[in-house]
């Protein structure tokens, strides 16, 4: 499974940029697929997580009612729509999925637990 997550870019603060991720196989619709950032000098860090249908979604705090994580597996691409960005937001976006239901044990928010990750994308805020 290829994942390619692409839509970053240069935005001031109070900007919008809406991210997507897509995916070659066909069964990405099944997936638990999460986003993830990482800044420089910082671990790789949860940012949000959906389940395979899009009724289920998870969100770190700080993200809450700014970013929206949604997905259209009819197209095989999950999206993240970032609103009201901070200079704090300012990471290379990572997608990444995995074929089992992560969400049940918690698995959603860890790292080691995705199998497939893109290449990340650089989203630079400015202040």
């Known amino acids: 499974v290829q994942l390619q997550a692409y839509g970053g870019g240069l935005v001031q603060a109070g900007g919008s940029l809406r991210l997507s991720c897509a995916a070659s196989?066909?069964?990405?619709?099944?997936?638990?697929v999460g986003w993830f950032r990482q800044a420089p000098g910082n671990a790789r860090e949860f940012v949000t997580g959906?389940?395979?249908?899009?009724?289920?979604?998870f969100y770190e705090d700080s993200v809450k009612g700014r970013f929206t994580i949604s997905r259209d597996n009819a197209k095989n691409t999950v999206y993240l729509q970032m609103n009201s960005l901070k200079p704090e937001d300012t990471a290379i976006y990572y997608c990444?999925?995995?074929?089992?239901?992560?969400?049940?044990?918690?698995?959603?928010?860890?790292?080691?637990?995705?199998?497939?990750w893109g290449q990340g994308t650089l989203v630079t805020v400015s202040s």
């Open positions: 990444a999925a995995d074929r089992r239901d992560l969400y049940y044990s918690g698995a959603i928010y860890e790292v080691p637990e995705y199998e497939y």
């Open positions: 196989a066909r069964t990405f619709s099944t997936f638990t």
């Open positions: 959906i389940n395979w249908s899009g009724g289920t979604t």
